[in-house]
Structures are given as structure tokens and as C-alpha cells.
């Protein structure tokens, strides 16, 4: 069992910047990716970011079309803690954020169906 809790959601306006933070307990040995996902109302859930882990000495991270260059994922091992620096949002950024994570490497990151284990999420708003 993994549990996930996030922080650092709130409302900024247009061009601003957060930082969410998801801190994760539990059996956290075989957490091979962490992402982040969203969504937004009357929309489907769609994968922001992740970070996985192939081996010890090799991590990839992947982000969505439409935060490259915005967003960046970034993990620290000793406090099993996720980040997400989020920089130049727009209110198209608008949504319930959800941190996630699964045991294995492979897979499309962005497959939430991948996932077992999810946060409560933390509620971005960007304002215009």
C-alpha cells in the first residue's frame, strides 16, 4: 500500500507560478513512475508529467504537449516527495491535480488505467 498526499494547489493569475508537492508513505520500494495528472470539469483526466525510474542510475521524465517548457517534474528519493513547478500557467491550467503511481517501468506513462495508487488532489486556478 502507498499513500499519496498533495499540496501546494491554490489561485494565482495568468503567468504566475505554484509549486505541488506530493509526499507519498507506505511501501514506496517498487514505485518505479510518479505522475502528475489533471482534470479539469467536463473533461477527461489527462497525465501532465511523469518521472519513472528504468534502473537505479537512469530516470526519464515526460511531460504533456501542453505544459513542455512550463512545467517540470522533479523527485527527491529521500523525502519520497514529487514535485511540480508549475511556471507561466494559464487559465487553460484550471483543474484538480492528481499525483499518481504505479510499480512498474513500462507502459505509456500517460495510461491512468496504469496506475494504482492515487492522491485526493489539490485544486489549481489561474485566472485571467
Known amino acids: 500500500q502507498v499513500q499519496l498526499v498533495e499540496s501546494g494547489g491554490g489561485s494565482v493569475q495568468a503567468g504566475g507560478s505554484l509549486r505541488l508537492s506530493c509526499a507519498a508513505s507506505?511501501?514506496?520500494?517498487?514505485?518505479?513512475?510518479m505522475a502528475w495528472f489533471r482534470q479539469a470539469p467536463g473533461k477527461e483526466r489527462e497525465g501532465v508529467a511523469g518521472i519513472c525510474r528504468q534502473n537505479r542510475n537512469t530516470v526519464y521524465s515526460y511531460y504533456a504537449d501542453s505544459v513542455e517548457g512550463r512545467f517540470t517534474i522533479s523527485q527527491d528519493n529521500a523525502k519520497n516527495t514529487v514535485y511540480l513547478q508549475m511556471d507561466s500557467l494559464k487559465p487553460e491550467d484550471t483543474a484538480m491535480y492528481y499525483c499518481?503511481?504505479?510499480?512498474?517501468?513500462?507502459?505509456?506513462?500517460?495510461?491512468?488505467?496504469?496506475?494504482?495508487?492515487w492522491g485526493q488532489g489539490t485544486q489549481v486556478t489561474v485566472s485571467s
Open positions: 499518481a503511481v504505479r510499480a512498474q517501468y513500462w507502459g505509456y506513462w500517460r495510461d491512468s488505467f496504469t496506475y494504482s495508487y
Open positions: 507506505g511501501d514506496t520500494s517498487s514505485s518505479a513512475c
